[in-house]
């Protein structure tokens, strides 16, 4: 089986490859304006694929998971919140509980990706289908296996099997990692609450492939993690964008 922990192999064709840089660096930026740093979505990129590598033997996941759908899920992964861009200081950044108004506004960054992304394809007439993984992933990662997530209060097969991966993805990573108001949990902890979301917030096959695989997530959060600096600077621009809201 392959490993996720090595780099898939450079893409040689000059357009793709500016693609590529071009969306992580999107993806960074994006980032800049919450309590993530950069290198979350570089570990989320990494979960996502290390999944799909795995999950790819599953006949639920054969036919989907080709070599094409791995490499544009993997390419596509960084900007999966996207529609954070569009989320007031006010909300995006706040330390403590959000309002059930807030709530709402934060809920929204699903929809202003996918919408942003289909009105860019109608300005232009075009359709691209190899945008379709990312308007899934940007779309639907908020969607949980129950029906009880947003926005479109999606259940089961009818989450894209792309965002499935990424829910799982996101969630661990959101629970392991520092903030700048919060300490992450530990690894094991991580595992038992994702553990607890079986067949409820995640797809029950996605969650055992993440254990079959929690070494790999593991090494994959120590390979990219975040620095004392990354943290200094978050720290600072959080300190500033609140100035500035206050």
């Known amino acids: 089986m392959e490993s996720s922990l090595s780099n898939p192999p450079p893409d040689t064709d000059p357009l793709r490859a500016a693609i590529a840089v071009t969306i992580l660096a999107l993806a960074s930026l994006a980032e800049t304006r919450d309590s993530d740093t950069g290198k979350h979505v570089l570990r989320v990129q990494h979960y996502v ?61 699903t929809t202003l990706a996918y ?33 009880s997530g947003y926005p479109q209060g999606l259940a089961g097969e009818g989450i894209p099997a792309s965002a499935r991966l990424v829910a799982l993805a996101d969630v661990y990573d959101a629970l392991i990692s520092d903030r700048v108001y919060k300490a992450g949990v530990s690894h094991e902890a991580a595992v038992a609450i994702i553990f607890q979301g079986h067949a409820s917030h995640f797809d029950p096959d996605v969650v055992d492939a993440f254990i079959e695989i929690q070494d790999e997530f593991r090494a994959i959060a120590q390979r990219f993690a975040d620095t004392d600096l990354d943290m200094q600077k978050k720290m600072e621009y959080m300190a500033n964008a609140i100035a500035e809201e206050a």
């Not at 790819?56 to 861009?85: K, V």
């Not at 942003?116 to 945008?131: H, K, R, S, Y």
């Not at 308007?135 to 029906?147: F, N």
């Open 115 to 147: 919408e942003a992304l289909i009105q860019a394809e109608q300005t232009l007439g075009l359709q691209v289908d190899q945008l379709q993984i990312l308007k899934d992933i940007a779309h639907s990662h908020q969607e949980k296996w129950d029906g």
């Open 49 to 109: 694929r290390a999944l799909a590598l795995r999950l790819r033997p599953n006949p639920r996941f054969e036919r989907e998971f080709t070599d094409l759908f791995i490499s544009q899920l993997f390419i596509s992964a960084p900007l999966y919140d996207m529609g954070t861009i569009g989320i007031p200081d006010r909300i995006l950044l706040k330390p403590g509980r959000l309002t059930a108004l807030e709530y709402e506004i934060m809920k929204t960054h």
